[in-house]
């Protein structure tokens, strides 16, 4: 069956413009998970989502970065007036639901470059 | 608080040789541990876990058990072959604040 979908799976874009990175989970997971990994990093948890609960959004390093989850599914991460520190690789995950033996399955990814 | 220390890479074996990645954590309460992998081009897939101490994961030759008297999960595999060289992730979690916590990534490379 098809896996965690990310688009677009490259971005390049100017200091200070906003962009949009999309995640379609797996159909039927009501858990799905944003992180960041820059190069030569793990993974930095950014954001969860879990049903029609409100989000966690600890993770989140600044005001500029806000993420929504239309109708339960696809979700859209939006960095705004971007950064150089943005450069990175931004994942989504999803899983079956909350739960600490519920692995999460992850999508190829997003790769960010601010110029 | 929860935290994942994994062994640094870059490693580099010869086909056949023998693996060991350590992966130590720090954690309240009882969590689930995994092991992800990384392979070049792809996204991350999990490799194995396991939910409770004393447990074992295993898949593809990989294995790794859930030691709790030493907080460790290192993960292990008897005879690389190329196709092996990859990043490894372990990784602890969810935890009640949802998010999961990853080492930094060992990069394993193979040589024929």
């Known amino acids: 069956g098809a896996g965690v979908s990310q688009s677009p799976s490259n971005k390049v874009t100017e200091k200070g413009k906003d962009v949009e990175l999309r995640c379609d989970p797996i159909?039927?997971?009501?858990?799905l998970y944003w992180y960041r990994q820059s190069l030569g990093q793990g993974l930095e948890f950014l954001i969860y989502?879990?049903?029609?609960?409100?989000?966690?959004k600890s993770g989140l390093p600044s005001d500029r970065f806000s993420a929504e989850r239309t109708g339960g599914s696809v979700s859209t991460l939006t960095i705004q007036r971007t950064q150089q520190e943005d450069s990175a690789v931004y994942l989504c995950?999803?899983?079956?639901?909350?739960?600490?033996?519920?692995?999460?399955?992850f999508g190829d990814g997003t790769r960010l470059s601010i110029l | 608080g929860n935290s994942v220390t994994q062994m640094e890479g870059p490693v580099t074996l010869s086909e056949e040789a023998f693996l060991t990645i350590n992966c130590t954590y720090t954690?309240?309460?009882?969590?689930?541990l995994f092991w992800y992998v990384q392979y070049p081009g792809e996204g991350l897939q999990l490799l194995l876990k396991?939910?409770?101490?004393?447990d074992k994961g295993s898949n593809k030759g990989f294995e790794a058990t859930y030691r709790k008297e030493t907080t460790s999960f290192h993960l292990e595999k008897g005879s690389v072959q190329v196709s092996d060289s990859a990043v490894y992730f372990c990784?602890?979690?969810?935890?009640?604040?949802?998010?999961?916590?990853f080492g930094a990534g060992t990069r394993l490379t193979v040589k024929p």
């Open positions: 995950a999803s899983s079956l639901g909350q739960g600490s033996n519920q692995p999460q399955h």
């Open positions: 159909s039927g997971h009501t858990a």
């Open positions: 989502f879990q049903g029609n609960s409100a989000p966690d």
């Open positions: 954690a309240t309460g009882y969590p689930s």
């Open positions: 396991a939910t409770k101490a004393d």
């Open positions: 990784a602890l979690g969810p935890m009640t604040n949802n998010d999961m916590r």
